[in-house]
């Protein structure tokens, strides 16, 4: 039988929460049956962090991912990832950004080649990075640059009950209407129905559409883009099998009754995907990049 691999944890920023993060959900292994995982971080920085939050979690560094197996019920396995300076908590600064980015790209690499399940990602700080000489908008689209040129990164937001894909991301809301396109809406719509496939184990998703204006433009009253953008996008997909539906006011898309009738929405931009989700779940909604050659969270 072969070994299974563990999953890969990136340190994020190291004066923020992730290594709380970390310390916590190895402490909650058992009763949350979480697979083993590593986490690829600064030994001294977690043994500190685990001393000063008074929690006892025996460390063990490892060479390799493989090792993290054996070691995972008694210790948090840690990949060391030496940060050039030392941390205080909430005070984050640029002299780390490049250990951050090495973490990141050394789950990907780990993942790649076999030896990682999959990646989880603890939170990043982007300004910090930005000084750091960081170019990407997020960690979505530098995950998908270090994927290879094939990747078509979507971001998926997903609670219980509610899963959510912004068609448009990180940009300013003035320029969302000339960035929405039928060729995104399209790459959104195959690629998600195809995760929920794969991924969910649903045979047929489901999906739903938030118009990008005010009840959906109202026939074209309320804007347009309903009309000559969304539309001629879905009925494209829906000739290629995906069962999706017209675009619905946003307002009218996420009470219960109406989540029960889809697997998964497509939205027009980054907050009205993000709102109802973190509305619904804040603390437990998690991020899936869903594109890539491997499993991110």
Known sequence: MPIPMPIA???GEPAGVGGDLA???WRARNHEALPPFF???DPGRIARLARQLALDVPLHCIQSPEEAIGVFATHLPILAQRLPVDVEPGKPTSENGVAVLQAIECAVKLVTNGQAAAVVTNPIHKQV?????????GHTEYLASLAGPDAIPVMMLACPGLRVVPVTIHLPLAQVPGALSRQAIEACGRITAAALTRDFAIERPRLAVAGLNPHAGEGGSIGR???EVIMPALETLRGEGIDIRDPAP?????HAAARANYDAALCMYHDQALLPLKTIDFFGGINITLGLPFIRT
Request: hydrophobic residues 55%.
């Open 225 to 227: 883009e309903e009309i």
């Open 39 to 41: 986490l690829i971080d």
């Open 129 to 137: 990075l930005y000084e750091a000489g960081f170019t990407y908008p």
């Open 9 to 11: 944890l990136t340190m």
């Open 250 to 254: 946003a307002d009218s898309l996420f």
């Open 23 to 25: 310390l916590a959900a």
